[in-house]
């Protein structure tokens, strides 16, 4: 305890004695963190959006106009017996039109000077929980739904939600590209500052030696240091993050729960302190790889 006491005293006047070049590491550290920050912050709002897209999926059949009562049977035999379908509804023309006027009253007159009723009658399916990922079994439902007689066409939103999802996967992927670089130049960085902390105390590092101080006390004060720059840096990093996060529920709070289904969402506690404890490693490495050359 002692030890680790003598480490980070040593480690926090260094810095202080060095405090320009201490600023740039941390700021370095920190710009790298709040880039992963905002990636981890997107994410979690972009994963939510997904899930809860994925839950309201629907499939949709659209049947012909006069389709005969034995055929909608057969439709609706079908979806029954498939098992995929946690709810199934039927929609009628007359429905269809009026859900229309209700969500587009600005086109409702278009829609009521073509003379006749232009949207088809049609059953929309909310799928069971446990096969929305089986897309082979959906699929197939699609195909034979496709075949029956009385079905003009069979919309399902997979397709658009596939692409939702590759796009967050594409930017889950460009972000850890980001932040890798990020990492590396924060590391060189805080090894540079703590390598000037090193020359600075050559004298008293020699002198260290010659009393036969054991290697771990002339070590470990750079280690701390690169730890303490990692960890301001992480610091630093989730206090912007935070004060874009009140900026954009401030500015933008309405816009963004219509578009996300609820209100933006900053990162759970287990994210943040795997950001922190990530600046602190970071900042560790670079320390370690100084120290290790003091002989």
């Not at 202080?16 to 201490?22: C, D, I, K, L, M």
């Not at 909608?72 to 023309?93: F, P």
């Not at 206090?239 to 900026?247: K, S």
Request: glycine content about 10%; hydrophobic content about 55%.
């Amino acid at each position: 305890m002692h030890a680790l006491q003598y480490f980070f005293v040593e480690a926090a006047a260094s810095l202080w004695r060095g405090r320009r070049a201490a600023i740039l590491s941390v700021l370095t550290i920190g710009a790298g963190l709040f880039v992963l920050g905002v990636f981890l912050l997107l994410n979690v709002n972009l994963q939510r959006v997904v899930s809860k897209w994925s839950e309201s999926a629907e499939l949709s059949v659209y049947l012909k106009d006069d389709i005969p009562a034995e055929q909608l049977r057969n439709i609706d035999t079908m979806v029954e017996q498939s098992g995929l379908a946690a709810e199934r509804r039927y929609v009628s023309k007359a429905e269809a039109l009026t859900r229309f006027r209700s969500d587009f009253p600005d086109l409702a007159p278009s829609a009521g000077a073509l003379g006749e009723n232009p949207f088809p009658a049609s059953f929309e399916l909310r799928l069971a929980s446990h096969v929305r990922d089986a897309s082979g079994a959906i699929d197939g439902l699609v195909t034979a739904l496709r075949g029956m007689a009385g079905v003009e066409d069979v919309r399902y939103d997979r397709e658009w939600l596939g692409r939702l999802n590759a796009l967050v996967s594409g930017a889950r992927l460009a972000g850890l590209v980001i932040v890798i670089l990020l990492a590396l130049a924060a590391a060189m960085t805080v090894a540079n500052v703590v390598r000037l902390a090193a020359a600075a105390r050559r004298a008293e590092i020699e002198i260290m030696q010659l009393v036969g101080a054991p290697l771990a006390y002339v070590r470990g004060p750079f280690v701390a240091e690169g730890i303490l720059q990692g960890g301001l840096g992480a610091l630093a990093a989730m206090a912007g993050l935070a004060a874009l996060y009140l900026f954009l529920r401030a500015r933008y709070g309405e816009g963004m729960t219509a578009v996300l289904g609820g209100p933006l969402v900053f990162l759970p506690a287990p994210a943040t302190v795997l950001v922190v404890a990530g600046g602190m490693l970071l900042g560790c490495l670079g320390g370690y790889a100084v120290a290790r050359r003091v002989r």
